[in-house]
């Protein structure tokens, strides 16, 4: 049995990962099969990290993040948990491939998933000229004219960056002023390929094969009208991964993982969360990675009291720290 397991390979996993191997605790990350990285891989220029003050790729980040916690004894598996076995002192982590891991503490931090707008066209034309990653699919719509849904940081990100190939980029929102960041708005607003419509929503999207247009639906008065368009991006937030959870930790009306206070400590003792799944306001990358370290640093207290030494010496370390 291991002394502990991370889920999920964003910055909180890492982060929880660098600690939990400088703890001498061999952690082993499970990264997912296919998305390793979490949300920065799917992001351009990163900014707003502190340390990098010319910026930095998110992925470019991300692979920083995996080389910090492989350099002291991290193990990362890239497979999906099917199945978890949470309460009990063994904790019990079942992948995709079969095999079966046991941990005495386990620190779930799987982060967030693309929210869709719920229409049926969606399923149909995802990858089809409908998209929810700029990064991924920009460099398809060469001289397009494309919209983007979304009236965030994430949406004013990719149409400002999806002007490097399309020849017209439109951002849609569904109010009259944007929840953005500042800086990010005014990037936005000086784009002279980018043009707002406002107080509207996606009432259907066009296209059998590919999109072609949208129908679009005034918030204010109800009327519809079509646009054409040869592709469209989805950038309306994000939901908590916490599929894997239910029934099993308790969760805050909000969806995410409820934590004790500002730990993250979860409802089954052992059992640490961290990043986007307790966070449902600020997700940001920087506060993903500190809620890692939190999740890291509890777990080291939950397995020094079950009588581990490398965890009770890392405790006695950090706690001395404190008090020099
Ligand atoms: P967000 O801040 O939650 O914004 C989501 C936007 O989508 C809102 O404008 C919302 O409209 C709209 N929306 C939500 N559901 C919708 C629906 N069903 N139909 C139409 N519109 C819908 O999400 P985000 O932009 O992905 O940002 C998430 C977090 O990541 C934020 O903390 C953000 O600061 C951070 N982020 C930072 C950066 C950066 O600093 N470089 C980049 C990307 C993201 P309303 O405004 O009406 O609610």
Redesign the pocket.
């Known amino acids: 049995m291991r002394d502990i397991i991370i889920i999920g390979s964003g910055p909180a996993g890492f982060t929880a990962a660098i600690y939990a191997a400088r703890a001498q605790l061999k952690p082993l990350l499970i990264a997912s099969s296919v998305e390793i990285g979490g949300e920065l891989m799917n ?1 351009t220029e ?3 990290y502190p340390g990098f003050p010319e910026g930095i790729m998110g992925p470019d980040l991300m692979t920083k993040f995996q080389e910090q916690a492989e350099r002291f004894g991290t193990e990362v598996v890239y497979d999906d948990v099917v199945e978890l076995e949470l309460d009990g002192p063994v904790k019990r982590v079942k992948l995709g491939n079969g095999d079966e891991h046991e941990a005495a503490a386990v620190i779930y931090a799987t982060g967030s998933a693309y ?1 869709k ?2 229409l049926p066209e969606e399923e149909v034309l995802s990858g089809h000229g409908l998209s929810w990653c700029a990064t991924c699919d920009g460099f398809f719509f060469r001289e397009k004219t494309i919209a983007v ?9 990719e149409a400002t960056f999806l002007t490097r190939f399309a020849s017209k980029v439109y951002v849609i ?3 009259d ?5 500042k800086i ?1 708005q005014q990037r936005a607003f000086d784009n002279e390929k980018i043009e707002f419509i406002w107080n509207s ?2 009432a259907a999207i066009h296209g059998t094969e590919a999109v072609t247009g949208v129908t679009l639906r005034d918030t204010v008065t109800g009327d519809e009208r079509g646009l054409d368009l040869d592709g469209l991006f989805v ?4 939901d908590p991964r916490t599929h894997l959870v239910h029934g099993k930790l308790d969760l805050t009306p909000e969806g995410t993982i409820a934590v004790e206070g500002r730990t993250s400590k979860t409802s089954l003792p052992g059992v640490f969360a961290a990043g986007d799944v307790i966070d449902p ?4 990358a920087i506060t993903a990675a500190g809620s890692g370290a939190a999740a890291a640093l509890d777990a080291e207290h939950y397995l020094a009291a079950l009588g581990n030494e490398n965890a009770a010496e890392a405790v006695l370390e950090t706690e001395f720290a404190v008090i020099t």
Do not use: F
């Open positions: 992001t990163v900014e707003n929210r707008l719920g849904i979304g009236g965030g940081d994430s949406a004013m990100e929102h569904r109010r002023s944007l929840k953005a960041s990010m929503e996606i950038a309306i937030g994000n306001h600020y997700r940001q």
